[in-house]
């Protein structure tokens, strides 16, 4: 069997294409817009699963409707949980004040789920970290706001820049936290025939 290069990505995160592109992948991006409503009762790794899975969905169905060759396909999702609470991106500012004032002084875990999708074939990866934050001041919340980081970031918040501040300590995947574990992906993607280094 040949080793692939060409990766379908169905993400719109630059994140993500930048982790995939760190390990040397060859990417087209291909459009992945699904319905991002929790089902009731759902828990955050069942969630975070289901969209991925969605997501890669959607993303073979753009590729074949767009005529492109077939080759595997990778999509994610990254969701946050504290106490059974799921918390994605925030809706405006008051809303990413109240998911950085839950995760002041405690810790929160940060869920990716990767979906790779090969014809009909569906593997799947999840990686689950937990974050510590430091007690948050109103006026950092307030500062952080400011930037205008929160508002594309599950959680609120991105671990990559200036909330790297916050974060005590973590124990899990850092790539993971940001959006794609890199580990987990490499894993996955050996299966499809993918090499790395
Ligand atoms: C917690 C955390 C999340 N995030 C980002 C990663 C994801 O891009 C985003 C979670 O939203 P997602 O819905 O997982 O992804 P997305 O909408 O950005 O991209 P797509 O669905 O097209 O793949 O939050 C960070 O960048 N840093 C962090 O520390």
């Known amino acids: 069997m040949s080793v692939p290069s060409l990766l379908y990505l169905a993400s719109g995160s630059p994140r993500r294409r930048e982790l995939l592109e760190q390990l040397g992948l060859e990417l087209k991006r291909v459009p992945a817009d699904i ?5 009731e009762g759902e828990t955050a790794r069942g969630y975070a699963l289901r969209l991925a899975i969605e997501k890669a969905a959607a993303g073979e169905a753009a590729r074949l409707a767009q005529g492109l060759p077939a080759a595997p396909l990778l999509a994610a999702d990254t969701t ?6 799921l918390f994605g991106k925030p809706e405006n500012a008051a809303d990413a004040r109240r998911m950085l ?3 002041s002084g405690r810790s929160h875990r940060v869920i990716t789920a990767i ?3 090969d014809g009909g ?3 799947t990866a999840v990686s689950e970290t937990e974050v510590w934050f430091k007690t948050l001041s109103a006026a950092e919340i307030d500062r952080y706001l400011e930037s205008g980081e929160p508002f594309d970031k599950a959680g609120a918040y991105g671990i990559q820049g200036r909330a790297a501040v916050f974060v005590e300590r973590i124990a899990g995947s850092y790539t993971g936290v940001v959006g794609l574990p890199v ?3 490499a894993q996955l993607l ?8």
């Open 190 to 197: 050996s299966g499809f025939g993918y090499r790395f280094p």
């Open 35 to 39: 319905d991002e409503t929790p089902r």
């Open 183 to 185: 580990y987990e992906t």
């Open 101 to 103: 004032e839950a995760f």
């Open 115 to 117: 979906a790779v999708r």
């Open 121 to 123: 074939t569906v593997c």
């Open 80 to 85: 946050v949980t504290q106490d059974g609470e």
